[in-house]
């Protein structure tokens, strides 16, 4: 674990705020907040969770239903763990999203989901940074990626009922998430440069932070020879 107060937040889960409302207590969506506690630190952990109670409250304003409309387990899986590829747990050669969507994936079928929850999954996990794309997807991947985008940009936070927001904010505070999240996307990519990807949310994230970096920008890609050398 990585300290008491991932703890603490787990049990949190069990008194969670009448604002906020029940998780579903399935094995694999408990087993999934213990592996994000066991391998997150506290600011990806809170911002992992409040990011399902923000969807499932983004999906009742759009009149969409739990157990017709989406699998409230499979969302709780897609959101408490998309951000695995960014622990150690989660590591591999490709960008963060992607790393995270195999191992989230991965878990879910270990923890006895279908293939076709798996695959969710791994749509929403990957495309949980894609605006323009996720919400296109189905139900799952598009609340996943609108919860997730409240909770780090206040993106489509109007949708999210004031009461849900301030309740999970107050369980699950923030702790500087945004600027430790981007400071760990730069990080991977130092480490690891098969990790950046051209024109995407990790190239922005890293020419935020490192201007000097050696990747093609827009302007070396469009100066390239339309027939390769």
């Known amino acids: 674990m990585h300290g008491v107060t991932e703890t603490v937040n787990v049990l949190l889960l069990d008194t969670l705020p009448d604002e906020i409302g029940e998780w579903p207590r399935t094995p694999a969506a408990e087993a999934a907040v213990a592996f994000a506690a066991e391998h997150s630190p506290a600011y990806l952990l809170n911002h992992c969770i409040r990011s399902f109670f923000y969807a499932r409250s983004i999906a009742a304003a759009k009149d969409l239903v739990a157990g017709t409309d989406y699998d409230e387990e499979t969302l ?36 006895g989901l279908s293939d076709a929850a798996a695959e969710l999954i791994w749509d929403a996990v990957a495309l949980h940074t894609s605006s323009g794309i996720a919400v296109h997807k189905q139900p799952v991947v598009a609340l996943a990626h609108l919860g997730i985008g409240a909770d780090v940009f206040g993106f489509g936070v109007e949708e999210l009922d004031r009461a849900v927001l301030d309740a999970a904010h107050s369980a699950f505070p923030w702790l500087d998430l945004r600027e430790r999240i981007l400071e760990e996307v730069v990080h991977q990519i130092d480490q690891q440069p098969s990790k950046w990807s051209p024109m995407s949310f990790v190239d922005d994230v890293y020419r935020k932070f490192r201007p000097d970096n050696a990747f093609p920008g827009l302007d070396e890609m469009c100066a390239a020879p339309t027939v390769p050398h």
Not at 90 to 111: K, S
């Open 76 to 111: 709780f899986l897609a959101t408490v763990l998309h951000d695995i590829g960014l622990t150690g747990e989660g590591q591999g050669p490709n960008r963060f999203e992607v790393d995270g969507a195999f191992r989230a994936a991965r878990f879910a079928r270990d923890h």
